[in-house]
């Protein structure tokens, strides 16, 4: 999985005909997010000290990165926290949005995959905030309890095997 993103943040660093800008993470960051996710909920300032997840964003800690403030989108190789398969996760930066593409909707329902990514709904939007990326919504009431947008993609083929 990593070594495929690895060449697609290859072509988009040095591809022809990119039209958008775009960088990935790759597992070990949505290892880091779902482990950092139970601390998270009581202090949504541990990411302050989580390097890890910073240096994915601002771009210094994989090969061929962009910092995500260069960027329109990011794309996310996501294991829900239940285990249940490999999901693509397209975060769009600035319509604050994550599209994710489940090719087991047969097996693993839309249900699940909201239940699954949850983790990355609730930390995202709050690490974009920690390095200055995003700043709070002021027509948002809901204090600091942002979450990303997540819209289910149904253009994808579908595992036929369970």
């Given at each position: 999985?990593?070594?495929?993103?690895?060449?697609?943040?290859?072509?988009?660093?040095?591809?022809?005909?990119?039209?958008?800008?775009?960088?990935?993470?790759?597992?070990?960051?949505?290892?880091?997010?779902?482990?950092?996710?139970?601390?998270?909920?009581?202090?949504?300032?541990?990411?302050?000290?989580?390097?890890?997840?910073?240096?994915?964003?601002?771009?210094?800690?994989?090969?061929?990165?962009?910092?995500?403030?260069?960027v329109d989108r990011v794309l996310?190789?996501?294991?829900?926290?239940?285990?249940?398969?490999?999901?693509?996760?397209?975060?769009?930066?600035?319509?604050?949005?994550?599209?994710?593409?489940?090719?087991?909707?047969?097996?693993?329902?839309?249900?699940?995959?909201?239940?699954?990514?949850?983790?990355?709904?609730?930390?995202?939007?709050?690490?974009?905030?920690?390095?200055?990326?995003?700043?709070?919504?002021?027509?948002?009431?809901?204090?600091?309890s942002m979450e990303l947008r997540?819209?289910?993609?149904?253009?994808?083929?579908?595992?036929?095997?369970?």
């Amino acid at each position: 999985m990593d070594s495929c993103f690895y060449y697609i943040r290859q072509l988009t660093l040095y591809g022809e005909n990119v039209k958008n800008k775009a960088t990935t993470t790759d597992s070990h960051f949505q290892a880091v997010v779902k482990h950092v996710y139970p601390r998270f909920k009581h202090d949504p300032n541990v990411l302050l000290t989580d390097m890890w997840l910073i240096n994915d964003v601002i771009g210094v800690r994989l090969p061929l990165s962009y910092p995500w403030s260069k960027v329109d989108r990011v794309l996310m190789p996501i294991l829900p926290t239940n285990k249940a398969h490999w999901m693509l996760a397209i975060l769009d930066i600035k319509e604050r949005m994550m599209s994710i593409f489940n090719s087991a909707r047969w097996t693993y329902p839309d249900l699940r995959v909201h239940a699954g990514v949850e983790p990355f709904v609730r930390v995202i939007p709050h690490l974009m905030r920690v390095i200055g990326l995003w700043t709070k919504d002021p027509d948002n009431d809901e204090g600091d309890s942002m979450e990303l947008r997540i819209v289910l993609g149904y253009d994808v083929p579908q595992q036929q095997n369970g």
